[in-house]
């Protein structure tokens, strides 16, 4: 994925998350605070951009990090 094609794509918030995993929000909260899952802030608020959580997934499916 290009630079471009990132800057365009639509970031999840973190119940998106949540929602999508089928976890607790305050969960995503955590991980995304400690590094544990692909995550940037906006101001003061988490986004996660769909490509990243992805690729994220592939990798724990593997069992990396």
Do not use: C, N
């Not at 608020?45 to 592939?58: G, I, K, T, V, Y």
Request: no cysteine; charged share 30%; net charge positive.
């Amino acid at each position: 994925m290009t630079v471009f094609e990132e800057a365009v794509e639509q970031p999840l918030t973190p119940e998106d998350v949540a929602a999508l995993l089928r976890i607790d929000r305050e969960t995503v909260y955590r991980m995304a605070r400690r590094g544990e899952l692909p995550a940037f802030k906006v101001s003061r608020r988490w986004r996660f951009l769909p490509s990243h959580l992805q690729r994220w997934m592939e990798q724990q499916e593997r069992g990396g990090h």
